[in-house]
């Protein structure tokens, strides 16, 4: 497949959310829990995702900067019922959707925090709000989490929906069931790869994405990665977590079928030389599209935080260009607070 090659970046705008001070400290953090030879996890490929010293010493002395857009919000949501209006999707921000089928809520990858971080007042901040707030939320009954990254799994986010929705169940990767149990969420369950449970005429099967785990200075790779496949009498829905391109996703459409919906990452790629392993790009989504068989796709994991080089709004540009070159294919940028039926 043809990729679209994006003009280099302008250099030190000053509306940048990424300081070069930021840039070092992110940088130094990764350094410190690179080099880790026994790993308790590796992708499905055998290989744990490693960078060299010159590697970060490179992207930490780039004076690169992302020309910073805030997208606008809509306050659809506000017009139907949360709680009886049934068969929607609802993208919050980043990776974290409200859906509701056949009358059950799930949530994915919840951070409604100011802040991508274990500090309050420090690390990645949000470009834009969440586009409802949990307490809107009038219930939950399963709470998927892809991985440990902070901007995925946001302990305080995951608190406050256990706090009001008692009831709910929450599904994370092998290795992070102990970090909920120690901020008190019950009804937490953890999976390896290819691991499944069954619970309202839904099954939830975890699958294999190539990635990494980190949330301190020595637990890299400590805990697993993966994609969720949600699966239905009616269809499926694939929720791809973070990471970049590999054959996992034929081999989940071995498996498992095709789905009918994908939540596919088109962001966070920049500089490509550097995040490449990790972070797909736009083109790279609309393969994974394609691996997968999906008759619909959502992108995500973009313009909520400046995590990496590229400018905000550039992941959906590239986006609707792959799209477009491939007949119009159905892979499409949601907007924040908009209401997306399913079929």
Same mark, same amino acid.
């Given at each position: 497949?043809?990729?679209?090659?994006?003009?280099?970046?302008?250099?030190?705008?000053?509306?940048?959310?990424?300081?070069?001070?930021?840039?070092?400290?992110?940088?130094?953090?990764?350094?410190?829990?690179?080099?880790?030879?026994?790993?308790?996890?590796?992708?499905?490929?055998?290989?744990?995702?490693?960078?060299?010293?010159?590697?970060?010493?490179?992207?930490?002395?780039?004076?690169?900067?992302p020309e910073i857009t805030?997208?606008?919000?809509?306050? +659809?949501?506000? $017009?139907?019922?949360? !709680?009886? %209006?049934? /068969?929607?999707?609802? =993208?919050? *921000?980043?990776?974290?959707?409200?859906?509701?089928?056949?009358?059950?809520?799930?949530?994915?990858?919840?951070?409604?925090?100011?802040?991508?971080?274990?500090?309050?007042?420090?690390?990645?901040?949000?470009?834009?709000?969440?586009?409802?707030?949990?307490?809107?939320?009038?219930?939950?009954?399963?709470?998927?989490?892809?991985?440990?990254?902070?901007?995925?799994?946001?302990?305080?986010?995951?608190?406050?929906?256990?706090?009001?929705?008692?009831?709910?169940?929450?599904?994370?990767?092998?290795?992070?069931?102990?970090?909920?149990?120690?901020?008190?969420?019950?009804?937490?369950?953890?999976?390896?790869?290819?691991?499944?449970?069954?619970d309202k005429n839904f099954?939830?099967?975890?699958?294999?994405? +190539?990635?990494? $785990?980190?949330?301190? !200075?020595? %637990?890299? /790779?400590?805990?697993? =990665?993966? *994609?969720?496949?949600?699966?239905?009498?009616?269809?499926?829905?694939?929720?791809?977590?973070?990471?970049?391109?590999?054959?996992?996703?034929?081999?989940?459409?071995?498996?498992?079928?095709?789905?009918?919906?994908?939540?596919?990452?088109?962001?966070?790629?920049?500089?490509?030389?550097?995040?490449?392993?990790?972070?797909?790009?736009?083109?790279?989504?609309?393969?994974?599209?394609?691996?997968?068989?999906?008759?619909?796709?959502?992108?995500?994991?973009?313009?909520?935080?400046?995590?990496?080089?590229?400018?905000?709004?550039?992941?959906?540009?590239?986006?609707?260009?792959?799209?477009?070159?491939?007949?119009?294919?159905?892979?499409?940028?949601?907007?924040?607070?908009?209401?997306?039926?399913?079929?």
């Amino acid at each position: 497949m043809h990729l679209l090659r994006i003009k280099p970046k302008k250099l030190l705008k000053n509306n940048s959310y990424i300081t070069p001070m930021l840039k070092i400290l992110f940088s130094l953090l990764i350094l410190f829990t690179s080099f880790n030879l026994s790993a308790d996890f590796k992708n499905s490929n055998g290989k744990a995702l490693e960078k060299s010293l010159g590697q970060m010493l490179e992207w930490m002395g780039s004076d690169i900067e992302p020309e910073i857009t805030k997208i606008k919000l809509s306050n +659809q949501w506000e $017009s139907i019922d949360l !709680l009886n %209006d049934d /068969n929607y999707v609802i =993208w919050i *921000g980043h990776s974290t959707f409200l859906i509701k089928k056949s009358g059950v809520t799930i949530i994915t990858d919840p951070i409604f925090s100011d802040r991508a971080s274990p500090l309050k007042n420090f690390g990645p901040k949000r470009l834009i709000p969440p586009a409802l707030q949990i307490t809107d939320i009038p219930n939950i009954d399963f709470v998927t989490v892809s991985h440990n990254h902070y901007d995925h799994l946001d302990t305080r986010s995951l608190k406050e929906i256990s706090a009001l929705h008692p009831d709910a169940i929450f599904f994370v990767p092998s290795g992070d069931k102990k970090l909920l149990k120690k901020n008190k969420i019950n009804n937490v369950y953890e999976f390896d790869w290819w691991e499944s449970f069954k619970d309202k005429n839904f099954e939830f099967t975890f699958t294999p994405v +190539q990635h990494w $785990s980190k949330r301190s !200075l020595f %637990d890299r /790779n400590k805990s697993l =990665w993966g *994609g969720w496949y949600i699966s239905h009498s009616d269809y499926s829905i694939y929720h791809a977590g973070d990471t970049g391109y590999s054959n996992d996703f034929i081999e989940t459409r071995k498996r498992l079928g095709a789905p009918k919906y994908a939540f596919i990452p088109i962001g966070a790629y920049d500089p490509e030389w550097f995040m490449s392993d990790s972070h797909v790009n736009p083109e790279e989504a609309v393969q994974i599209m394609l691996d997968l068989q999906a008759e619909k796709g959502f992108g995500m994991h973009w313009a909520t935080f400046t995590l990496t080089d590229e400018d905000t709004i550039e992941p959906k540009i590239r986006l609707e260009n792959a799209a477009s070159d491939l007949n119009n294919l159905d892979f499409i940028s949601l907007v924040p607070g908009d209401v997306t039926d399913l079929d």
